[in-house]
C-alpha cells in the first residue's frame, strides 16, 4: 500500500510538472529595427520661380516620414537651444520670424520600438518680412539693453482670465498691491534683460533670478531643475540666456479694446526660444503677447498652464 501511494503520488507531481512547464509563455521584445528611410518634407508658402525664399509670410509646411516610425519630434533651427517638439502626426507649419531670408537647419527625430531612434537634419531657406515697430523695439530694449522687473506696486501685476478673444482682461483674479511678498518673493526679486545684439540685430532675453523662479512644478512648467510635483511657489533656477522674437501676436485680439473692460493689443509678441527662459511667471508656453507698451510700462498676456487659462503681467523698468 505505501508503494503504491508513494507511486501515484510521484505521479501526481511529475504530471503537475508537465502541465506547468507546457503552460509557461514565451516573450519577446519584437523587432527593434530603428526607424528609416526618413525625409523630411518641406513646402515654404508662397515659393514660386518670382518668389524663391516664399511670399515672405515666413511660413514652412513640414511632413515627417519614415518606415516603423511610432512618433516624431522636431528642432525648427539648430543655431538656437535644442527645442524638440512632439508632431503626432509628423506634420506641422512653422512661421520664422527673423527679419529678411534665412537658412535654417531643421532636426527630426523618430523614434521606432523598444525606444530606438534615427536622427535627419535639413536646411530651409525662408524670407519674413514682419518688422516689428520701432517704437515697441525700443520701449522694451532701449535700441541696447534694458531691464524689467513684475511691478509689485501697482493692482493686477499678476492675473488670470479666460483664453479668448472676448475677454482680454484679469476676469477671474487680480493680484492685489505686493500680494506675493510673503508667500514668493522670488516674483519680485527676478530681473528680465531685453537686448537688442548690435552686431547682427538678433534680440535676446537674460533672466535673473536671485530667489529663484515663480513658476509650478511637473508638467506645469518647462524650467530646468523644477520638482516633478508640489505647489505653485519660488522653485530654484539658475537663470539663463535665450534668443527671442516678436511675432505677429497669435491670439486675435483686436487692436482697439472690445469692451470698456478689456485691453488693446499691440497684436505684436515677443516669442522666446527654447525652454529656459520666461518673463515674470514660468509657463509652459512662450509667446507673451504686448497688450500695451512705453518706456515706463509693459502689459503682457500668456496663456497659462491650464487649458483654456490666459495669465496677465505688469512689469516696469528696474530700479
Same mark, same amino acid.
Given at each position: 500500500?505505501?508503494?503504491?501511494?508513494?507511486?501515484?503520488?510521484?505521479?501526481?507531481?511529475?504530471?503537475?510538472?508537465?502541465?506547468?512547464?507546457?503552460?509557461?509563455?514565451?516573450?519577446?521584445?519584437?523587432?527593434? %529595427? =530603428?526607424?528609416? /528611410?526618413?525625409?523630411?518634407? @518641406?513646402? &515654404? $508658402?508662397?515659393?514660386?520661380?518670382?518668389?524663391?525664399? !516664399?511670399? +515672405?509670410?515666413?511660413?514652412?509646411?513640414?511632413?515627417?516620414?519614415?518606415?516603423?516610425?511610432?512618433?516624431?519630434?522636431?528642432?525648427?533651427?539648430?543655431?538656437?537651444?535644442?527645442?524638440?517638439?512632439?508632431?503626432?502626426?509628423?506634420?506641422?507649419?512653422?512661421?520664422?520670424?527673423?527679419?529678411?531670408?534665412?537658412?535654417?537647419?531643421?532636426?527630426?527625430?523618430?523614434?521606432?520600438?523598444?525606444?530606438?531612434?534615427?536622427?535627419?537634419?535639413?536646411?530651409?531657406?525662408?524670407?519674413?518680412?514682419?518688422?516689428?515697430?520701432?517704437?515697441?523695439? %525700443? =520701449?522694451?530694449? /532701449?535700441?541696447?539693453?534694458? @531691464?524689467? &522687473? $513684475?511691478?509689485?506696486?501697482?493692482?493686477?501685476?499678476? !492675473?488670470? +482670465?479666460?483664453?479668448?478673444?472676448?475677454?482680454?482682461?484679469?476676469?477671474?483674479?487680480?493680484?492685489?498691491?505686493?500680494?506675493?511678498?510673503?508667500?514668493?518673493?522670488?516674483?519680485?526679486?527676478?530681473?528680465?534683460?531685453?537686448?537688442?545684439?548690435?552686431?547682427?540685430?538678433?534680440?535676446?532675453?537674460?533672466?535673473?533670478?536671485?530667489?529663484?523662479?515663480?513658476?509650478?512644478?511637473?508638467?506645469?512648467?518647462?524650467?530646468?531643475?523644477?520638482?516633478?510635483?508640489?505647489?505653485?511657489?519660488?522653485?530654484?533656477?539658475?537663470?539663463?540666456?535665450?534668443?527671442?522674437?516678436?511675432?505677429?501676436?497669435?491670439?486675435?485680439?483686436?487692436?482697439?479694446?472690445?469692451?470698456?473692460?478689456?485691453?488693446?493689443?499691440?497684436?505684436?509678441?515677443?516669442?522666446?526660444?527654447?525652454?529656459?527662459?520666461?518673463?515674470?511667471?514660468?509657463?509652459?508656453?512662450?509667446?507673451?503677447?504686448?497688450?500695451?507698451?512705453?518706456?515706463?510700462?509693459?502689459?503682457?498676456?500668456?496663456?497659462?498652464?491650464?487649458?483654456?487659462?490666459?495669465?496677465?503681467?505688469?512689469?516696469?523698468?528696474?530700479?
Amino acid at each position: 500500500m505505501k508503494t503504491n501511494i508513494k507511486y501515484i503520488l510521484g505521479l501526481f507531481i511529475a504530471m503537475t510538472l508537465t502541465l506547468v512547464s507546457c503552460s509557461e509563455q514565451e516573450y519577446s521584445l519584437g523587432d527593434l %529595427t =530603428a526607424p528609416s /528611410n526618413i525625409v523630411i518634407n @518641406t513646402e &515654404v $508658402v508662397g515659393q514660386d520661380a518670382a518668389h524663391p525664399d !516664399g511670399d +515672405g509670410s515666413g511660413e514652412v509646411k513640414f511632413t515627417i516620414t519614415a518606415d516603423k516610425a511610432l512618433s516624431y519630434k522636431i528642432d525648427y533651427d539648430a543655431n538656437t537651444d535644442v527645442d524638440l517638439v512632439l508632431l503626432p502626426n509628423g506634420k506641422t507649419t512653422k512661421k520664422y520670424t527673423n527679419e529678411g531670408v534665412h537658412t535654417y537647419t531643421v532636426t527630426a527625430v523618430v523614434y521606432g520600438a523598444g525606444g530606438t531612434s534615427s536622427v535627419i537634419t535639413k536646411d530651409v531657406t525662408v524670407r519674413s518680412d514682419f518688422n516689428a515697430p520701432a517704437e515697441i523695439v %525700443t =520701449a522694451l530694449t /532701449n535700441d541696447g539693453t534694458k @531691464t524689467w &522687473v $513684475v511691478d509689485k506696486s501697482v493692482p493686477g501685476h499678476l !492675473g488670470v +482670465g479666460p483664453w479668448n478673444v472676448g475677454s482680454i482682461r484679469p476676469e477671474w483674479w487680480s493680484a492685489g498691491v505686493n500680494e506675493k511678498v510673503a508667500s514668493a518673493n522670488c516674483f519680485y526679486t527676478a530681473t528680465f534683460t531685453f537686448a537688442k545684439v548690435a552686431a547682427t540685430g538678433n534680440y535676446e532675453l537674460k533672466v535673473t533670478t536671485p530667489d529663484g523662479a515663480f513658476t509650478k512644478t511637473g508638467s506645469l512648467t518647462t524650467l530646468p531643475g523644477i520638482p516633478s510635483s508640489g505647489a505653485e511657489g519660488c522653485y530654484n533656477y539658475p537663470g539663463g540666456t535665450s534668443a527671442f522674437s516678436f511675432v505677429p501676436a497669435s491670439s486675435g485680439a483686436p487692436a482697439e479694446a472690445s469692451s470698456g473692460d478689456n485691453s488693446p493689443s499691440t497684436q505684436v509678441s515677443i516669442l522666446l526660444s527654447g525652454v529656459d527662459t520666461f518673463i515674470g511667471y514660468g509657463a509652459v508656453l512662450k509667446e507673451y503677447e504686448i497688450l500695451v507698451i512705453n518706456s515706463d510700462y509693459l502689459y503682457l498676456r500668456v496663456q497659462g498652464t491650464e487649458t483654456g487659462n490666459a495669465w496677465y503681467l505688469k512689469l516696469k523698468p528696474a530700479p
